[in-house]
């Protein structure tokens, strides 16, 4: 009768504590983080569980002994041999592939019992049985969830400003050294209510970066060099695949009589899907031009997958050449992906497979490469309890079987096949946030000043992001790690919504630092967001006293400055029979028309100037007053006409001089008047005439003087009359 006989064992040491491992899962792949599931147990005198319960009842924060400890799991190489047949053979591996380690910490733990139910027992140690989940240490970004802005970086500088905060909590090295393209600054990205592990994977995956790792690296890695990302050096990759290949039979004879090591099937699914991807955007800058990006077309492609691509920023155009390359070449990869069945120890994830068939099977090449994106190994090796089973266990010996195996199931490429990693969907932003307004220093030191860039952009600390700086600091390890001083909810330029945006025209206002404004995301990206309205608060309130002035609209601005109080204002007053409209120009005011300019008071109309009142007409000034004109100059009055100069008075006309009066006309000067004229002067009159002067009166003439008469000539008098003269 055959027999089978262990030759190997798996062992899980944990915080110093080894476990025999009887069954384990281990579950690889280029797209996740690795995990193995374990079966096991250790042999001591005290219960882990009575332990455990223990801690917990004292209340002790390191009480888990298991639980996010650091872990090491080695398999080695189970080579079984038919004991009974002297001609079968265990195939010699190299030392690299004798053995299996993992590395990473305890996620789960699940108590499973003992091996001896009652207290008659041959050993003072008992076996306590377990599971466990063995994790990447990257486990530990999945539990962290953030908010988080990062402005004018590169991916990689984004990915590597995650990883800081891990840098005591890994347990291993991070390796950059594969990654072959140069990635640029990146205006904007944001981290939304993701666990740093989603959006590690997030932001690596949708720029064609992957990564995985083995007992001692966590490696990163891009795709080849595509268009719209610069290759980091002249030589840049040409392929992500593996220089060395291990060569592995196929051998499809479910027997395998010799227990070879091969893959013993091969299986292939295609499903029918997009071929051809475009992606379309318009230009931020100038938003009539359309722009359209198609991936390289063939006679097979003949199914389209559209997209459009929201362009928000005036600085920085998303290229649309590297999700149309990375979709079509993923499309490839959906095509090409094989599942093959094996029991070959030692793969490794990212490595290579030469795949060699029976060469009578075949009479072409026999060879093909392969490249292993996915592994999922499985492990039983209970022999290691009919060794160590006690005669006191609750399962007998009796009719107890017992079973070691090795297996896997390998998802691999054809090596000519590029690997992309599938692209991760971004977090649904809010519909909106609120925000506040900030500059370069503090919002108290530069409030009610305006901080913009050339296109009227502002930057916003976005509440939905706010303290994560100060969480991230809460949870730097012993202290060790610096304190980050980043403020993860400052965000780039953003732009403003405004109600009208035409060519020179529209309504334009630059939001002021310490302004409460609404944040809104374009297509719900959480990438774009822009500023869409804003909000009065108790820091910032509005102009009208509230609820006294309820009745008031006001449009207002204010004098720039932290402790300025001066404003520019246009309010409305909305009151029955009390309506009114109030204009404020905190200095100067201007108007200009450019032409006519017509208006209309239906009652009174006051107007007052401290200053000084310049009016200037280039043609007519036409005036008309209905009734009464009272003109009061405290000082004097000039009014000089260049031309000539009409007065028109209907009744009477009244001048009352203070003091002196004086008229100089340049030339002649008459006077007319209808009826009497009357001349009173109180003193003198004194009347000079450089010629002659002639006077007609029509009738009498009679002059009184009540004082002395003297009329003195330089030649002679002459007197004349038609009547008598008395003397």
């Known amino acids: 009768?055959?027999?089978?006989?262990?030759?190997?064992?798996?062992?899980?040491?944990?915080?110093?504590?080894?476990?025999?491992?009887?069954?384990?899962?281990?579950?690889?792949?280029?797209?996740?983080?690795?995990?193995?599931?374990?079966?096991?147990?250790?042999?001591s005198m005290e219960s882990p569980l009575v332990q455990s319960l223990n801690s917990t009842l004292l209340n002790d924060p390191d009480g888990y002994k298991f639980l996010d400890k650091q872990a090491v799991l080695k398999i080695k190489k189970i080579a079984l041999q038919n004991a009974s047949d002297k001609s079968s053979v265990s195939l010699p591996g190299s030392q690299d592939t004798d053995e299996s380690v993992y590395s990473g910490i305890i996620s789960e733990v699940?108590?499973?019992?003992?091996?001896?139910?009652g207290g008659h027992k041959s050993s003072i140690s008992q076996k306590y049985f377990f599971k466990f989940v063995l994790s990447s240490p990257l486990f530990r970004l999945s539990i962290n969830s953030a908010n988080r802005i990062f402005t004018d970086q590169t991916v990689i500088d984004v990915i590597k400003e995650i990883l800081k905060f891990y840098r005591t909590s890994l347990i291993k090295e991070v390796d950059f050294s594969n990654i072959k393209n140069s990635y640029g600054p990146r205006e904007y990205i944001s981290q939304y209510?993701?666990?740093?592990?989603?959006?590690?994977?997030?932001?690596?995956f949708n720029n064609g970066i992957y990564f995985y790792e083995d007992d001692k690296k966590i490696y990163f890695y891009d795709t080849v060099t595509i268009s719209g990302l610069k290759p980091a050096s002249q030589d840049g990759a040409v392929s992500n695949a593996p220089s060395g290949f291990r060569e592995v039979n196929f051998n499809p004879n479910i027997n395998n009589a010799l227990k070879q090591e091969c893959i013993s099937a091969i299986n292939k699914t295609e499903i029918l899907n997009a071929n051809n991807f475009s992606y379309s955007s318009q230009n931020t800058m100038y938003p009539t031009v359309l722009d359209t990006v198609n991936s390289k077309q063939n006679e097979k492609t003949k199914y389209n997958a559209h997209f459009h691509l929201g362009q928000y920023s005036f600085t920085q155009q998303e290229s649309l050449n590297i999700p149309t390359e990375l979709k079509r070449r993923r499309s490839i990869l959906n095509l090409n992906t094989y599942i093959a069945d094996s029991n070959v120890f030692g793969l490794k994830l990212n490595s290579g497979v030469s795949l060699s068939y029976d060469p009578s099977a075949l009479k072409n090449d026999t060879k093909f490469d392969f490249i292993i994106i996915a592994l999922v190994q499985n492990?039983?090796?209970?022999?290691?309890?009919?060794?160590?089973?006690?005669?006191?266990?609750?399962?007998?010996?009796?009719?107890?079987?017992?079973?070691t195996s090795y297996s896997n199931q390998i998802i691999m490429l054809p090596s000519s096949t590029v690997y992309v990693p599938n692209f991760k969907t971004k977090p649904r932003s809010p519909e909106v946030t609120l925000g506040v307004v900030i500059g370069n220093n503090g919002i108290d030191d530069e409030k009610n000043t305006i901080h913009t860039d050339e296109h009227g952009r502002v930057k916003v600390r976005i509440n939905a992001f706010s303290s994560q700086e100060t969480v991230d600091n809460c949870f730097n390890p012993n202290g060790i790690n610096t304190t980050n001083t980043k403020d993860y909810s400052h965000s780039a330029y953003l732009r403003v919504m405004t109600p009208i945006a035409s060519s020179d025209s529209g309504f334009f206002a630059i939001p002021r630092i310490g302004d409460e404004v609404v944040v809104s995301f374009l297509e719900g990206d959480i990438d774009k967001p822009m500023v869409s309205a804003s909000l009065y608060n108790a820091y910032n309130p509005q102009l009208p006293n509230l609820p006294s002035d309820y009745h008031q609209t006001t449009l207002s601005s204010k004098t720039i400055g932290v402790n300025e109080g001066g404003r520019n204002e246009f309010t409305f007053s909305n009151l029955k029979d009390k309506e009114h409209i109030y204009l404020k120009a905190q200095k100067d005011y201007g108007e200009l028309i450019q032409h006519d300019f017509t208006q209309t008071i239906l009652n009174d109309k006051s107007s007052k100037v401290l200053g000084t009142y310049t009016e200037r007409i280039q043609e007519a000034h036409v005036q008309t007053i209905d009734l009464a004109k009272n003109v009061n100059v405290g000082a004097e009055y000039?009014?000089?006409?260049?031309?000539?100069?009409?007065?028109?008075?209907?009744?009477?006309?009244?001048?009352?001089?203070?003091?002196?009066?004086?008229?100089?006309?340049?030339?002649d000067s008459s006077e007319y008047v209808g009826n009497d004229k009357n001349i009173e002067i109180k003193g003198n009159l004194d009347t000079i005439i450089y010629q002659n002067e002639n006077r007609t009166v029509k009738e009498d003439k009679k002059d009184v003087i009540e004082g002395s008469y003297e009329m003195s000539s330089s030649k002679g008098i002459n007197k004349y009359t038609q009547e008598h003269i008395v003397l």
């Open 1 to 43: 009768m055959d027999s089978q006989k262990p030759i190997s064992y798996a062992n899980l040491t944990i915080n110093g504590q080894i476990f025999t491992v009887t069954k384990a899962t281990i579950k690889e792949s280029l797209e996740e983080i690795f995990f193995a599931e374990c079966e096991g147990y250790c042999e």
């Open 379 to 403: 492990f039983v090796d209970e022999t290691n309890l009919e060794n160590r089973l006690d005669t006191s266990d609750i399962v007998p010996i009796s009719g107890k079987s017992f079973s």
């Open 193 to 204: 209510n993701e666990s740093d592990l989603n959006f590690l994977q997030r932001i690596c």
């Open 110 to 117: 699940s108590y499973m019992g003992t091996s001896n139910a």
């Open 638 to 667: 000039l009014t000089t006409v260049g031309l000539s100069k009409d007065t028109v008075v209907g009744l009477s006309n009244t001048v009352n001089v203070g003091v002196d009066n004086k008229i100089r006309v340049g030339q």
